[in-house]
T-cell receptor
């Protein structure tokens, strides 16, 4: 079956522009996570959705970052007025159940480069 | 906030040598998961440990969860070149999110 799909796979944008990253989770997975991974670094938690609601937004780095999920499925992560420090790989993951007690299935990520 | 520390950050071994990475949490974890990320790839789930003192094996990989549920380890016996990658632990404090360690990057000299 299909895995987690993220688009675009690569995005180059100019500083100050807005970008939108998309995640299509595995069908039926109720939990969805966004992480950020800078080059050679670990995974930084951004936000978690259970269904369409986001009980934990604590990881969003600033108010330039926002995310939504609709229909309990597709999620978009929006970064407004991008900065060079936003350059990273943005990883989306889904899992069948919430409460972080089931394995996360990751997408291939979106590599964002801010010039 | 919750932190999950992982050491070492890097490990280079000769093929056939053993490898161990350690994970420590500042708080008690309800479970711990381990992931492997190949170079250029995304993290892939390896295993989940839930019980205090639990030990699980997958071929040459041995995973342990500490008695206090604050630490964990992954040991690879007789490494092979296919083991190259970064190994991450991830802990759940019951906060509905998985906090990842910084990862241990394993490189192997054939």
């Amino acid at each position: 079956g299909a895995g987690v799909s993220q688009s675009p796979s690569n995005k180059v944008t100019e500083k100050g522009k807005d970008v939108e990253l998309r995640c299509d989770p595995i069908s039926g997975h109720t939990a969805l996570y966004w992480y950020r991974q800078s080059l050679g670094q670990g995974l930084e938690f951004l936000i978690y959705f259970q269904g369409n609601s986001a009980p934990d937004k604590s990881g969003l780095p600033s108010d330039r970052f926002s995310a939504e999920r609709t229909g309990g499925s597709v999620s978009t992560l929006t970064i407004q007025r991008t900065q060079q420090e936003d350059s990273a790989v943005y990883l989306c993951a889904s899992s069948p159940y919430g409460r972080a007690r089931s394995p996360l299935h990751f997408g291939n990520g979106t590599r964002l480069t801010v010039t | 906030g919750q932190q999950v520390m992982q050491i070492p950050q890097y490990q280079h071994v000769q093929e056939g040598e053993d490898f161990t990475t350690y994970c420590n949490s500042s708080t008690t974890l309800s479970n711990i998961q381990w992931y492997k990320q190949r170079p250029g790839g995304h993290p892939v789930f390896l295993i989940q440990l839930v019980k205090s003192g639990e030990v699980k094996k997958q071929k040459r990989l041995t995973f342990q969860f500490g008695e206090a549920k604050k630490n964990s380890s992954l040991h690879i016996t007789a490494t092979q070149t296919t083991d190259v990658g970064t190994y991450f632990c991830a802990g759940d404090q019951g906060a509905q999110k998985l906090v990842f360690g910084q990862g241990t990057r394993l490189t192997i000299n054939p």
